[in-house]
Every structure is written in C-alpha cells, then in structure tokens.
T-cell receptor, first 109, second 112 residues
C-alpha cells in the first residue's frame, strides 16, 4: 500500500524560509495535500496539488511536486512564530488519505 | 470553507464504560466520513470509513465490535468506543469531504 515519509523536525529562524519534504510511494495518487496541526487541535488543510501539476503557489506557500521522484515539498516564505506547528503531507489512494508522520516546525525569534 | 464539528471536544470516562463521539458536517452533506486515531506526536491512523446508510469499512487491525460506527444521516457519523480501557485513550479525529477532506477539531478521550 501507499507509504508516506517525512522528516520529523525542522527548526528555522523567524523571517527565513522553511522547506518541508515528503516522499510517497504510490504514483497513482491523484491529489497530494499539506495539513497543519496546532497543539490539541484538528487538522487544517493548507493546500493541495493535483498530480498533473508541478507547482502551486498560494501567498506564502509554494508546493513543488516531482512526480518522477515521488517527492513533494512545502515551502513557507517569511516564516513566522505562528507557523510553529506539525505539518502533515498526505496522499490520496483508494479513496483514502495516507498521512506521513508529520514534521514538527519550530520557529525561533 | 466546509466546517466539520466534533462533540465532545474532550471526555474522561471510567474503564469499562462506553463513550460516543459525534462528527457533523455543518454546511455540506457527506456520504463518506473517516475516523482517525492519533497518538501523541504521531501520525493519524485511519480506523474506518463511515458510509451513510451502510456498514463502515474498517482498516486492518481495528476491532469493529470495539469501535462502533454509525452513519445515520448525510451530516452525522458517530463513533462509540465500547467497554473503554486506558489503552483506548487517544485523540480521535473525523473528516468528511470528497476531493478535499475537512477535519473536525478532534476529541481527546481519557480512560481512567
């Protein structure tokens, strides 16, 4: 079945760019998603990309998809302390979402 | 955007009791809802797919008699944790949607 992998931690300084990476195994995934989870809360959909796209930009967020390498990344420009959270990538497969382990982003002032 | 609510947001119960968690889609209809379990600092584990008007589809390793799911209407799915034990303590999250899945805020269950 689908397997989604992420690095567990990322620490950046306020104002820097953050890049969170994700790899997946099922090339037939139609949609790939990025979710944000703050402590004790549910998941907030940040953005998603359709599998036939290479890039999607939405304000401070840029998603890059390398379908050949099955690699997805989320870039957050001008990272703020309010961006500190856990970020999950997820791939659609068989009508379900398969989540990565989550990357904990820590933003230092 | 679409809103999904969960109730209660947190619950503490005694071992051996049953707990019901509700998941509602507030401004859209959902023929399918999903129930996840999340352990601290861990990813979301899909437990089951809740289908309106039919039986839920459980993931491998999830006991269907332990985690009862009812999807009685297009806006409501319930998860009942029966005869809860401390190891059932967790954060339970539901989601609903089609291409986009919208997540509820989660329910923190603590079993004493």
């Amino acid at each position: 079945g689908e397997d989604v992998e992420q690095s567990l931690f990322l620490s950046v300084r306020e104002g820097d760019s953050s890049v969170i990476n994700c790899t997946y195994t099922d090339s037939s995934s139609t949609y790939l998603y990025w979710y944000k989870q703050e402590p004790g809360a549910g998941l907030q959909l940040l953005t998603y990309i359709f599998s036939n796209m290479d890039m999607k930009q939405d304000q401070r967020l840029t998603v890059l998809l390398n379908k050949k390498d099955k690699h997805l990344s989320l870039r957050i420009a001008d990272t703020q302390t309010g961006d500190s959270a856990i970020y999950f990538c997820a791939a659609s497969g068989g009508g379900k979402l398969i989540f990565g382990q989550g990357t904990e982003l820590s933003v230092k002032p | 955007g679409a809103v999904v609510s969960q109730h209660p947001s947190w619950v503490i119960c005694k071992s051996g009791t049953s707990v019901k968690i509700e998941c509602r889609s507030l401004d859209f209809q959902a023929t399918t809802m999903f129930w996840y379990r999340q352990f601290p600092k861990k990813s979301l584990m899909l437990m089951a797919t809740s289908n309106e008007g039919s039986k839920a589809t459980y993931e491998q390793g999830v006991e269907k008699d332990k985690f009862l799911i009812n999807h009685a209407s297009l806006t409501l799915s319930t998860l009942t944790v029966t005869s809860a034990h401390p190891e059932d303590s967790s954060f339970y999250i539901c989601s609903a949607g089609n291409n986009e899945q919208f997540f509820g805020p989660g329910t923190r269950l603590t079993v004493l």
